[in-house]
Nanobody, 126 residues
């Protein structure tokens, strides 16, 4: 079983930055793709970013491209989401997600990620 724990969320003013972390335990993170999603009440979970097993390939939602950066440290079993130039519309619960072991690259659909963290709240004030 894979256990994911997000941290780093909080309240920030528009234009500010936050770095989210996702600590993975139970199984290694190194042989699977990882992703970040977000969700606001009443809406479907939205893709934010994904990173391949080695970190060599990343992909972002258009809404965050150029402002957010996904990265990973396989030695620390941790995935990060650096968020800059935050906007009020970035306010959401942010979830870390893990693909199955051996799925080295994953896409934008939540169904591609069977393992999820509990989420961390990010609130951006205007």
């Amino acid at each position: 079983q894979v256990h994911l724990v997000e941290s780093g969320g909080g309240l920030v003013q528009a234009g500010g930055s936050l770095r989210l972390s996702c600590a993975v335990s139970g199984r290694t993170v190194s042989s699977r793709a990882m992703g970040w999603f977000r969700q606001v009440p009443g809406k479907e979970r939205e893709f934010v970013a994904t990173i391949s097993w080695s970190g060599g390939s990343t992909y972002y939602a258009d809404s965050v491209k150029g402002r957010f950066t996904i990265s990973r440290d396989n030695a620390k079993n941790t995935v990060y989401l650096q968020m800059s130039s935050l906007k009020p519309e970035d306010t959401a619960v942010y979830y870390c997600a893990a693909a199955l072991q051996g799925n080295l690259i994953a896409g934008t659909k939540p169904s591609e990620y069977p393992y999820w963290g509990q989420g961390t709240q990010v609130t951006v004030s205007s």
